[in-house]
């Protein structure tokens, strides 16, 4: 789940440092990977470390960087890299 900063309230944005919430998505990833009985157990952390890294990179620089794609072409691009690195 991502939360925007823009679009919370600035008291709860600021109870949950970016550190916790990153730690608490890639647990999420790691137990639904675990759930759903994808990949080897000594995977399933990283392959969300590597998940949440992705959507972070992307979601801080989208609005500086000039990837040469378009909004709906980067959300195929980083939904098709999820699905390889998740499945």
């Known amino acids: 789940m991502y939360l925007d900063p823009a679009a919370v309230d600035d008291v709860v944005w600021g109870?949950?440092?970016s550190?916790?919430?990153m730690g608490e998505a890639i647990s999420d990833i790691e137990d639904g990977l675990t759930t759903a009985g994808r990949l080897e157990p000594h995977q399933r952390h990283f392959r969300?470390?590597?998940a949440?890294?992705?959507l972070d990179f992307v979601g801080q620089n989208w609005d500086r960087?000039?990837?040469k794609l378009t909004r709906n072409q980067m959300l195929d691009e980083?939904?098709?890299s999820w699905v390889q690195l998740l499945t």
Request: a negative charge; zero cysteines; hydrophobic letters at 55%.
């Open 78 to 80: 980083l939904s098709a």
């Open 65 to 67: 960087a000039d990837w």
């Open 19 to 21: 550190e916790r919430w």
């Open 15 to 17: 109870s949950v440092s």
């Open 48 to 50: 969300g470390v590597l």
């Open 52 to 54: 949440m890294a992705q």
